[in-house]
């Protein structure tokens, strides 16, 4: 990494020449570990004329803090923060700001920590044996032409996506995209006033929550259900019900009467996998009918159908503007992509559109208009086929796995999907479990930060194959199942 001669200022009352305060300069900044070592200090040249004073001032400081061994020099190639260069023996102070007085309990008038979520390893590549959901294998993404529609997307034709303010408005040439290939697919037909493009999927679920939610209103959700959308319902002010999930979904008949919003996975729910079967789905549309309340469909994953077609969105079936739909690129292409959609009725859509532009204005055009590229060149739909290959051949060793196992596999996406719902035998506390696992390679995602109760079973959790190779996966299940014996 380099360092930048705009950090250099010069102090008119320092008391000492020019050259000793370069020499305080630098060797102050590798004291307090601001320079680190390794990294490259200006040229000297650079630095003369951005301070305004002789090259040979500058040289001059450098070779002393040569000779102190705060630098070191390379031929050709200019002066480094050496490798050994001194510590200070003192505590790092150099940024601090004295005692924090505030009295956070009293300033804090809102507090978003203490929700229960999965998690997610930094560094989950070192595991040899990743049994962990929605993260992007390297071994399937398409880099090399995700890096030349990148690329595009700088040119100067697409100046204006790169540099512009849409303020609340999309790119849009992925509008167009959504509108007349990806929801298609899906059997929604919409208009661009229809859709919002989001920072991901939970952004989406978080502005449907601030529009639709507030004190005295009432949401249903699924239960297990997806952790993130529960902490979103935890800040929105509303009553909210947890419905049980069976092997058919959430059941309708189960709702509250008085209920306002449902969220609801229905064609891959989340976590157990399980389809909501069409004849439940008209039953949904008719209570949301009779009872005028909104559904909102997370309708995630369904690009990775490799046994048999997934079953049409619920959205393709409203008749009467009721559902919401939440689709998201990120879950396919790769989660730090966090690019979503919303697609709903136009008054709803104007809502999002206006509160979205006050919290962000946008999501970036440079990624919205590489996204655009991405998919509209087939790059997209050629590396979906590349994972789906992948995952059905993950799958079938998966199954054959498990199933000289006590474990039990309590959901599994009929259409395919990228992880199963696994439960272990009675008494074993998968929390413990997953911690055993980890100190031998071995992740997992415990099943309890899915459920809504604190006293909700324990023995439950989700395994992933989508960051795991085929011929790994065997040894794996073999040291989960040596954990549990």
């Not at 919409?190 to 502005?207: C, D, S």
């Not at 009553?239 to 969220?263: E, M, R, T």
């Not at 998919?375 to 992948?390: E, I, P, Q, S």
């Not at 930060?449 to 299940?477: M, Q, T």
Request: proline content about 7%.
């Amino acid at each position: 990494m380099a360092i930048g001669e705009e950090t250099f200022f010069l102090d008119p009352g320092f008391q000492g020449t020019l050259q000793s305060q370069i020499q305080q300069i630098v060797a102050s900044a590798v004291l307090s570990g601001r320079y680190r070592p390794g990294e490259k200090m200006p040229s000297s040249r650079r630095l003369a004329t951005h301070l305004g004073i002789s090259r040979i001032t500058v040289t001059l400081a450098y070779n002393e803090l040569v000779a102190d061994d705060y630098l070191s020099s390379t031929s050709r190639s200019g002066y480094y923060i050496s490798a050994t260069a001194p510590v200070s023996p003192l505590p790092d102070t150099s940024f601090s700001q004295g005692n924090d007085t505030v009295d956070w309990n009293r300033a804090l008038q809102r507090k978003f920590t203490g929700a229960r979520l999965v998690e997610k390893p930094a560094d989950w590549r070192k595991y040899p044996y990743p049994f962990i959901y929605g993260q992007a294998d390297p071994e399937l993404f398409n880099q090399s032409s995700w890096r030349l529609c990148a690329h595009q997307a700088l040119g100067k034709k697409d100046f204006d996506s790169l540099t512009s303010d849409y303020a609340e408005r999309d790119d849009p040439e992925l509008v167009n995209f959504i509108a007349r290939h990806t929801l298609p697919r899906r059997g929604i037909l919409a208009r661009p006033e229809q859709i919002l493009v989001t920072v991901g999927a939970q952004n989406a679920l978080w502005m449907v929550a601030q529009i639709l939610l507030q004190k005295g209103r009432v949401a249903a959700y699924e239960d297990p259900g997806y952790p993130g959308l529960r902490d979103i319902l935890r800040h929105a002010g509303s009553q909210n019900h947890p419905i049980a999930v069976d092997a058919l979904g959430l059941p309708p008949s189960l709702l509250p009467p008085d209920v306002d919003v449902v969220f609801t996975t229905p064609s891959h729910q989340c976590p157990t996998t399980v389809t909501m079967p069409i004849s439940r789905r008209h039953e949904m549309l008719k209570l949301a009918r009779e009872r005028d309340f909104l559904v909102i469909e997370d309708d995630y994953e369904f690009e990775m159908s490799f046994l048999k077609p997934p079953t049409p969105a619920l959205k393709s079936l409203d008749q009467d503007g009721r559902v919401i739909y939440v689709g998201s690129f990120s879950k396919s292409l790769f989660p730090g992509l966090r690019l979503g959609y919303l697609v709903g009725s136009e008054p709803f859509i104007a809502q999002a559109r206006a509160l979205r532009h006050a919290l962000l204005r946008h999501p970036p055009g440079h990624i919205q208009r590489t996204t655009a590229y991405f998919l509209a060149l087939g790059h997209y739909d050629a590396m979906v086929k590349t994972m789906r290959d992948a995952f059905h051949k993950r799958r079938a060793v998966m199954d054959k796995a498990l199933a000289a196992t006590p474990l039990r596999v309590e959901g599994s996406a009929g259409f395919g999907g990228s992880s199963l719902w696994v439960k272990a035998p009675d008494g074993i506390d998968t929390q413990i479990l997953a911690a055993k696992l980890r100190t031998n390679g071995v992740l997992i995602e415990p099943g309890s930060p899915f459920f809504d109760d604190d006293n909700a079973p324990n023995n439950y959790f989700r395994l992933a194959y989508s960051s795991i190779a085929a011929e790994k996966i065997p040894e794996g299940v073999r040291r989960i199942d040596a954990a549990l014996n």
